[in-house]
T-cell receptor, first 115, second 119 residues
Framework: SAVISQKPSRDICQRGTSLTIQCQVDSQVTMMFWYRQQPGQSLTLIATANQGSEATYESGFVIDKFPISRPNLTFSTLTVSNMSPEDSSIYLC????????????FGPGTRLTVL | AQKITQTQPGMFVQEKEAVTLDCTYDTSDQSYGLFWYKQPSSGEMIFLIYQGSYDEQNATEGRYSLNFQKARKSANLVISASQLGDSAMYFCAMREARAWGGSQGNLIFGKGTKLSVKP
């Protein structure tokens, strides 16, 4: 399985500030996915990050609020901008083992609390 | 329309017994994949098992098996010989091909089932 790390593992932030979450994979992958899990809820896809192109955002998520970078095939960042308490969630990155995406692995997640 | 339905918000099972977690799905695609994940209280998502829509055999991984009934659009997870460490949230998920014919690989998740294993 792919080894995926995320930084930070958790953070407590003030309203109106921004936080950048890093996702590092131990092998090269074409696509990386960013998900949000609000308290007590299931996972929702924020965007798909493909190296060398703009991220593709799902309905309800916009680039100004969740800018994503994908500078190479092993790394991506997600920024949560101008945070409000409603952004308090676990943010997870995910990759497929190969191009079939038949095995998909998640990073350990970033637990964000916005005060 | 909800694409993944998990009707059991919570389940209890006695240690060493088997338990079935239900999952039904809705798709018009012929090619799709079904996944189960375990999420303990730590929050990490642990990949358990995968079933492809064209796979004729039910997937198995150790104590986990997926009871795939394509005509009924169900993909239930069976955990045999439950252990205390199995207590967690379990999510069923589906990967669809996108409208333009290529699979983006992203997953659609159900709401989850909280499994509690009793000693």
């Amino acid at each position: 399985s792919a080894v995926i790390s995320q930084k930070p593992s958790r953070d407590i932030c003030q309203r109106g500030t921004s936080l950048t979450i890093q996702c590092q994979v131990d092998s090269q992958v074409t696509m990386m996915f960013w998900y949000r899990q609000q308290p007590g809820q299931s996972l929702t896809l924020i965007a798909t990050a493909n190296q060398g192109s703009e991220a593709t955002y799902e309905s309800g998520f916009v680039i100004d609020k969740f800018p994503i970078s994908r500078p190479n095939l092993t790394f991506s960042t997600l920024t949560v901008s101008n945070m409000s308490p409603e952004d308090s969630s676990i943010y997870l990155c995910s990759v497929g083992r190969d191009s079939s995406y038949n095995e998909q692995f998640f990073g350990p997640g970033t637990r964000l609390t916005v005060l | 329309a909800q694409k993944i339905t998990q009707t059991q918000p919570g389940m209890f099972v006695q240690e060493k017994e088997a338990v079935t977690l239900d999952c039904t799905y809705d798709t018009s695609d012929q090619s799709y994949g079904l996944f189960w994940y375990k999420q303990p209280s730590s929050g990490e998502m642990i990949f358990l098992i995968y079933q492809g829509s064209y796979d004729e055999q039910n997937a198995t991984e150790g104590r986990y098996s997926l009871n795939f009934q394509k005509a009924r659009k169900s993909a239930n997870l069976v955990i045999s010989a439950s252990q205390l460490g199995d207590s967690a949230m379990y999510f069923c998920a589906m990967r669809e091909a996108r409208a333009w014919g290529g699979s983006q690989g992203n997953l659609i998740f159900g709401k989850g089932t909280k499994l509690s294993v009793k000693p």
